[in-house]
């Protein structure tokens, strides 16, 4: 079983890069020397990034390190593995967006709240149970 992380444990376990395959594969670098298992990166390509420092240590995605990226942007299901991401409602916040545009521009009070749009996480082949 996995050791309780306390709040500030927390903060040692984020690591602030860019959002690049080169930030993915820093950051990832540091998460690994701490021991961690697994990762959600901010980006795609951070999260090639991590999957190929993981390949360099010697390291198995998904069975030694899981990773999981963010945007599922559209080649990233043929990556190998294929890669878990968190998948935006991009069609959704455009038709929103130009919808408020257009209302605004055609003489109709602009909304002041928020938008809120549920993201999915697409589970593909770069996330496994972690072994015992």
């Not at 055609?106 to 770069?126: C, H, K, N, W």
């Amino acid at each position: 079983m996995a050791p309780a992380v306390g709040s500030e444990d927390v903060d040692q376990l984020v690591v602030r890069s860019l959002f690049s395959v080169e930030g993915g594969h820093s950051a990832a670098w540091h998460l690994l020397e701490k021991g961690c298992t697994a990762v959600v990166c901010g980006s795609d390509l951070m999260a090639l990034g991590a999957i190929r420092v993981a390949r360099k240590r010697g390291l198995s995605v998904p069975g030694d390190f899981s990773v999981v990226g963010y945007d599922d942007s559209p080649l990233i299901a043929f990556a190998d593995p294929p890669l878990t991401t968190v998948q935006q409602q991009v069609s959704a916040m455009a038709t929103a967006a130009v919808r408020t545009l257009l209302d605004e521009i055609g003489g109709a009070s602009a909304t002041t709240g928020e938008y809120l749009f549920q993201p999915e996480l697409v589970v593909r082949g770069s996330t496994a149970a972690r072994k015992a």
